[in-house]
């Protein structure tokens, strides 16, 4: 702004310079001096509106003013012409400045009107996510309203006949001695059985509600209990297994048996993701969230094979699986678990990688 009213004062320095050092005989260069200060005066309009136009060209006329009274004095006809530009001066100053104003009052408008519609587009936006979100979970709860219905059934007509199955195999089995064909093919049968049976298990706690005894409990007791189940299992595959200790000591009010169960069922997914030996990096860490308030946050870090974009889209989703010997209920089980202790349970992974399970859960104060 300052660089502009100093542009416009030197040009009209300049052109009263020229009037008068330049002769009067000289008078078609007055004439040409003369027109020059619409110049200022219409930047001035333009870049400060009525007042920047009006203000300029009093300016012009009074540096003008003395030049037509003292120098050309006596012409009167000359005379009342320049007196009559000086008017024409502040007519257009004025007019141009009205016309720059309205356009720029029209522009602002223009522009809230537009930062308005932006921001009702974003509402839109945010409130078609949530319609979005509400009618997924209100599909998940029509489908898990489903199972609940064919779990009392698949309870009856299945887990029944599967014991029968088993024992009438096991009976068989004793017929025959390790080695044998016949033998080999029963134990299968009693190992599909048993699969079987832990898939209808799983199914049933899939579909029905979390029972949860809500006491204290400390994250980092279930975290070593876990690390202490799947040691073994991780020395068999040659996976290093780190437990970070505690920077908080996060307690929660939960059912330590779920959260353990929810913890485990992560910790084996990480070891069968690394065939050929890895690391498995457990943590723990606290955050603050605006709504939920303080959170705790646990990290399940592997360096395995990773997951793909297209399946890490259904992982969640009920008998989705990416192993042959998987039930595809494993990590749908989980999220029920962690969302029915108000947390939330988040997996990120890059192919060749490996994969991070984010939990979070509202810690209690101590």
């Keep these: 702004m300052n660089i502009r009213i100093t542009l416009l004062a030197l040009f009209i320095v300049a052109v009263s310079l020229l009037h008068y050092l330049t002769p009067l005989s000289l008078h078609y260069l007055h004439d040409i001096f003369q027109r020059l200060y619409y ?39 000359l005379e009342l012409e320049k007196y009559l530009e000086i008017v024409l001066y502040n007519i257009v100053g004025g007019v141009t400045g009205l016309l720059s104003q309205r356009e720029r009052e029209r522009t602002e ?36 309203s489903t199972l609940g219905e064919m779990a009392a059934v698949l309870a009856h007509e299945i887990r029944n006949p599967l014991g029968s199955i088993r024992g009438t195999a096991e009976i068989l089995r004793d017929d025959y001695r390790p080695g044998d064909p016949k033998y080999e093919f029963i134990d299968i049968q009693i190992k599909e059985t048993e699969r079987l049976n832990r898939v209808v298990e799983e199914f049933l706690r899939m579909a029905r509600p979390v029972a949860t005894e809500m006491v204290r409990c400390r994250v980092q007791d279930e975290l070593e209990t876990v690390a202490l189940l799947v040691a073994n299992d991780a020395n068999e595959r040659k996976v290093t297994l780190v437990l970070e200790p505690p920077t908080v000591d996060m307690v929660v009010k939960g059912d330590g048996e779920k959260l353990r169960q929810t913890f485990l069922n992560i910790a084996l997914n990480a070891l069968q993701a690394m065939p050929d030996g890895g690391r498995l990096a457990i943590s723990t860490s606290v955050s603050r969230d605006n709504e939920a308030g303080i959170m705790g946050e646990i990290r399940f870090s592997d360096s395995g094979k990773g997951i793909g974009a297209e399946s890490l889209d259904r992982i969640f989703e009920p008998f989705f699986t990416t192993r042959p010997d998987g039930t595809g209920l494993g990590l749908s089980i989980s999220k029920k678990i962690i969302e029915s202790h108000a947390g939330t349970l988040q997996v990120e992974s890059v192919v060749g990688r490996g994969t991070t399970v984010l939990i979070r859960l509202p810690l209690i104060q101590a």
């Design 39 to 77: 110049l200022p005066i219409i930047l001035a309009a333009i870049w400060f509106g009525l007042r920047g136009g009006l203000v300029c060209s009093l300016a012009v006329s009074i540096v003008y003013a003395p030049h037509v009274l003292f120098q050309w004095g006596g012409h009167m006809i």
């Design 109 to 144: 408008q223009l522009q809230k009107t537009a930062e308005g519609l932006e921001q009702s587009y974003k509402k839109l936006q945010e409130q078609s996510e949530q319609l979005i979100a509400i009618e997924k979970n209100l599909r998940s709860a029509e489908k898990l």
